[in-house]
C-alpha cells in the first residue's frame, strides 16, 4: 500500500505545517494558529514546527494557544516520530529543512509577501505547488522566480467567522476609529491618521505592537469602532465584522474599501498595490468623507459569505491531496532533487567574507543606532528643559500681566483722585485766589516763604 492509499484509507491527513517564527503576533503566525485548529477541528493531525517559538515564560502567545487546542509544537524535527503526509511550507528555510529530513513527503509552499526575504520560493522537485495569497505574490512566483504557472496557485486570506462576529449597524457618521495594525508609531505614519481623524472629529484609538498595545483578542475590541485604518489580514478582520475600512500602513495609504471595489482590491490582499497613495493626512480626509454606513454593510455582507475560514481550509486540504497524488504519479530522480537542494545552499550560503561584512555592518548600525538612540535622548532632555523654560517664562508673563494690571489701576484710581480733587470746592476756590492781582500775590509769596523758596 503505498502512501497515497495509506491516506486516502485512513481520511485524515498528517500535516507538517512551518512557519519562521511564532514569538509575535504577525500575519503568518495568526494564519498558522488558525489553519492547524481549523484542521485539528476537522479531523486531521497538524503539527507545526518552528525554531523560534519566542520565550519559554512567554503568556497569552501564539505557541501557547496551539498548545492548548492539542496541536504539537516543536523546534526540532527530531520530536516528530510519524511521517507526515505533506509538507505546508511557509518561509523558504524551516521548509526546505523540513523537506530534508522527511525526504519521502511532498510540499506546498505558500507565499505570503511580495518583499519579504523569508517568502523567497525554494525551487525544489518535491514541491507540487506553489501558493500565493493574492495576486501579487502569483506575480512574485511566477515573474520574479521562474514557477511554471501551472504549479502556481492563489488561495486568498480568511477570517475566522465564528470568533469575528458582526457587530451592530454602523451609526451615520463615523465616532470613533482605530488604526490596527504592528508598524503604527509615531515615527512611522501615525501622526498623519491622528490629524486626518482630529479635523474630522473622530476619536481615535491604536492597536499593535510598535505602540506596546497588542491586541490578543481583536475579535473583541474590533466591533468597538466605526472606521479602521489597516491592510490586508487586519483589513479583512475589520471588515467582516463590520467596520469601515480605510486601506492604510506604512507603505502607503489606500482607499476606504466600498462594495464596488472590493472584489478588485481583495485580489491583492487588501495588500502592498492597493496602498498607492503616500500617507498624508489630506487624502486620509478625503478617503474619511466617503464613509457610508450602509456600504460598508454591504462590503461586511460579502465578505463574510466568500471569506470564510472553513472553507479556505477545505480548499488548502483539497490540493494537499491533489499534491500527494501528484508526487506518488511522479518519481524524483534524488540527483535532480540533490541538484536542487545544491543550488538553494549556494543561494543562500553567506560567501567566504560576507558573514565577517555583515558582521561588520551589523557592528556599525548598532553602534550608529546607540548614538542617535543617545542623541534622540539629549533632544528629549533638552525639549523637557526648553518646556520647562517656555512653562516658566509664561507664568512670569502672567505673573507680570496681573501687576500690569494691577498697576492701571492705581493709576485709574489716582486720575480720579486727582481730578475730583480737582474740581473740589476748595481747589476752584484757590484757583480764583490766585487769579486775583493783589490777593493772589500775597498767597503766592506766603507759600514761597513756608515752603522756604526765598533767598535768605
Known sequence: MDLHQKVELMGGLRVLITNITLATRSGTETYVRDLAIKLLKQGHTPIVYCTH???????????????????????????????????????????????????????????????????????????????????????????????????????????DLDKFCLRPSLPKFPKRALVFSNQASEHTYLRAVQQACARTGIALDVIGASVGNVCIHPEKVLGNYDLVFAKARCALEAMAVGCAVILCDYRGAGSMVTATEMSQLRRFNFGIRTLQEPVHPDVLVREITRYDSDDAAEVS??????????????????????????????????????KAVSGYLYRWTPRYGEYELLQASFSHLQIESERQQAEYSQLQIEFQQLQLKVNQLQAENGQTKEQSAQLQAEHSQLQNEVTALYNSTTMQLRQRLLKLPILGGIVRFLYRLVTGRLPL
Open 53 to 159: 517559538l519566542g520565550a519559554s515564560t512567554q503568556t497569552n502567545s501564539i505557541v501557547e494557544e496551539l498548545r492548548v487546542a492539542t496541536v504539537p509544537v516543536v523546534d526540532n524535527l527530531d520530536a516528530v516520530g510519524a511521517v507526515p503526509d505533506i509538507i505546508h511550507g511557509h518561509h523558504h528555510p524551516g521548509t526546505v529543512t523540513a523537506l530534508l529530513h522527511f525526504p519521502e513527503v511532498p510540499g506546498i509552499f505558500f507565499c505570503h509577501d511580495w518583499l519579504a526575504w523569508h517568502d523567497h520560493p525554494p525551487l525544489l522537485p518535491r514541491i507540487q505547488y506553489y501558493v500565493g495569497v493574492d495576486y501579487t505574490c502569483r506575480d512574485r512566483l511566477i515573474l520574479r522566480h521562474g514557477i511554471s504557472e501551472d504549479r502556481v496557485r492563489v488561495i486568498y486570506n480568511s477570517v
Open 301 to 338: 455582507r460579502r465578505i463574510r459569505e466568500t471569506a470564510g475560514l472553513n472553507a479556505t481550509v477545505n480548499e488548502i486540504v483539497a490540493l494537499y491531496r491533489e499534491a500527494i497524488a501528484s508526487h506518488q504519479a511522479k518519481l524524483i530522480d534524488p540527483k535532480v532533487e540533490a
